[in-house]
C-alpha cells in the first residue's frame, strides 16, 4: 500500500553518470518533504539530497554540483540525477519521505569503479 521504492542502481565507471528512480505509491509524494540518502558498509547514513513541498532543493556539499533531485508529480516520482561520478559515492542509496512519520524505501545499490 504506502511504500517506496528505489530503481536505477549498477554498476558505472568513474566520471560517468546514473539516475536513480523512488516511485511512489499509497500516498501523494508532492505533498511530502523528500530527500535521497546513502550508506556504505560500516559508515552512518548521511543525507544526500533534498526536496520540499514547494520545490526547494538542498544538497551535501559533497554532491553539490554534481547530483540534482527533481520530481513528477504525474508519476509520483522523485529522482536523483547523479552526474561525474566519484569512487566515494559508491553506497545503498535510500528515498525517504518526510520528516515526521517517516517513510524509508529498501535501497537501491550504486558502484562506482573501473
Known amino acids: 500500500q504506502v511504500q517506496l521504492v528505489e530503481s536505477g542502481g549498477g554498476l558505472v565507471q568513474p566520471g560517468g553518470s546514473l539516475r536513480l528512480s523512488c516511485a511512489a505509491s499509497?500516498?501523494?509524494?508532492?505533498?511530502?518533504?523528500m530527500s535521497w540518502h546513502r550508506q556504505a558498509p560500516g559508515k552512518e547514513r548521511e543525507l544526500v539530497a533534498t526536496?520540499?513541498?514547494?520545490?526547494?532543493?538542498t544538497y551535501a556539499d559533497s554532491v553539490k554540483g554534481r547530483f540534482t533531485i527533481s520530481r513528477d508529480k504525474a508519476k509520483n516520482t522523485v529522482y536523483l540525477q547523479m552526474n561525474s561520478l566519484k569512487s566515494e559515492d559508491t553506497a545503498v542509496y535510500y528515498c525517504k519521505r518526510g520528516n515526521r512519520n517517516t517513510l524509508w524505501g529498501q535501497g537501491t545499490q550504486v558502484t562506482v569503479s573501473s
Open positions: 499509497g500516498f501523494i509524494s508532492s505533498n511530502y518533504a
Open positions: 526536496i520540499g513541498v514547494f520545490g526547494e532543493t
